[in-house]
């Protein structure tokens, strides 16, 4: 056989998938606080869509693939933030 590398895309999850991971992130967002807006950017950030269609549903427990998710960007944010204060002023 062929090895092929796997890359993970944005936007390719399925509507019913999109709406179980809506439903986990509420969860997460009620534990840790987030605001609405938030947990639409966290949701399009994961997704590559905005979660207009997902609002009304019910949370449900996160999945460890969700909360790798999560702590992932919350990483890369950190990251990002800690190399815009290491670059010099012009």
Do not use: C, M
Not at 1 to 7: F, Y
Not at 10 to 16: A, C, S, W
Not at 51 to 74: E, K
Request: glycine residues 6%; aromatic residues 6%.
């Amino acid at each position: 056989g062929e090895l092929t590398k796997l890359e993970r895309q944005k936007g390719k999850l399925k509507t019913l998938d999109k709406a179980k991971l809506f439903a986990e992130l509420k969860t997460i967002a009620r534990e840790k606080g987030w605001s609405s807006g938030r947990l639409s950017h966290v949701f399009r950030d994961i997704t590559g869509v905005w979660p207009n269609h997902y609002v009304a549903v019910t949370p449900l427990p996160p999945s460890q693939d969700t909360i790798n998710a999560v702590r992932h960007l919350a990483i890369r944010f950190a990251k990002s933030k800690q190399k815009s204060e290491e670059r010099p002023t012009p």
